[in-house]
């Protein structure tokens, strides 16, 4: 009798194929029955997404990140598509498999030592080592929000965010509270040259009236249909203004816990839904709190970037030397300016933003 290794033949021998040897495929599943989903809220590596907004089925899903996005971030206002549960039922999670294209974005870099703009929520801040972060996607307009006193407006701040307004796409409006403290006249006067958009608010001591009904309606106007993003030093009245602009956004409370009806931490951004003025609609635009931002880094932007703002000056910028500065005697913006062409103030606020870039705010 053989032994039993002698019945054995090389037809037998099942040899299992190393993971490594197996053929790497290059082609991403295209999800063609994703669900398009807008990014409303982002917390620790959870997406708050509101799916077929305004739409009969309208729900907030909640999802996390595909492996296949790479490190790429996820941002609040992001139009994003999403796969598996998408109901929206409680305890159900979906993903994010794709982030769909920009038409806009507010970023900042922390290129200095005070800028301590606070993340949004989505796991370490980029920003700590010097690197871009996107704060908000597709917004249309900055709403920069200052005090004319209590606490004293800051000029510098005001510029560097208009710098990163420009930078990123968006369009600027300037409001002032408190002008019932002190005149905002010079304030409003300084941005005249620069074409922003100024709301000027006072508190309505006699009405009990933390706003005057008249600048939420003209605030609510500008914002109207738009994705507009709120950034304000603290005690300036930004939390009064968002309340204010959607009356159940509770700005005091610290839970995410919806749309629209926004109850979240003061560390993370997140949209807030306009309230509607037809019957038939849900809202009329968003309005995206970012209570962090108490500075902007603007390492990312180049002087090119702020002069695209300046369509009047761009032209004259072609007649510099490579690589000016537009700041030097060698610049030929002024002689540009003197010819006729814009206007001495035009090119100073362009030159003072341009200066801002290096200064704190």
Known sequence: MSRLADQWDNDDVRVRPSKR???????RPRHS??????????????????????GPDERMVTAMRARELGRRAIAVGDRVELVGDTSGDKDTLARVVRINKRRSELRRSADDAVDTVSGTGDGPDPAASGAEKVLVANADLLVIVTAAADPPPRTGFIDRCLVAAYAGGLQAVLVVTKAD????????????????????????????????????????????????VLVGHSGVGKSTLVNALVPD???AT?????????????????????????????????????????????????NDDVLSAFDDLAPGAAQCPPGCDHLGPACALDGYVATGHSSPERLASFRRLLLSRTGTG
């Open 21 to 27: 040897s197996r053929p790497r495929s290059k082609i």
């Open 33 to 54: 029955e994703a669900a398009t989903g807008f990014v409303v809220a982002v917390n620790r590596g959870r997406y708050q997404c509101l799916v077929d907004e305004d």
């Open 181 to 228: 403290l002190a005149d905002p006249s010079d304030l409003v006067a300084a941005y005249r040259d620069l074409t922003v958009a100024v709301v000027v608010s006072r508190r309505e001591r006699s009405a009990g009236k933390a706003l005057a009904d008249g600048a939420v309606a003209e605030l609510r106007e500008l914002l109207r249909g738009k994705v507009s």
């Open 249 to 251: 956004a509770d700005r």
């Open 254 to 302: 610290a839970t995410v816990s919806g749309v629209g009806k926004g109850r979240h931490t003061s560390t993370n951004a997140v949209a807030l839904r306009l309230p509607a003025r037809r019957k038939r609609s849900r809202g009329d635009g968003w309005v995206v709190d970012t209570p962090g931002v108490r500075s902007f880094g603007l390492a990312h932007v180049t």
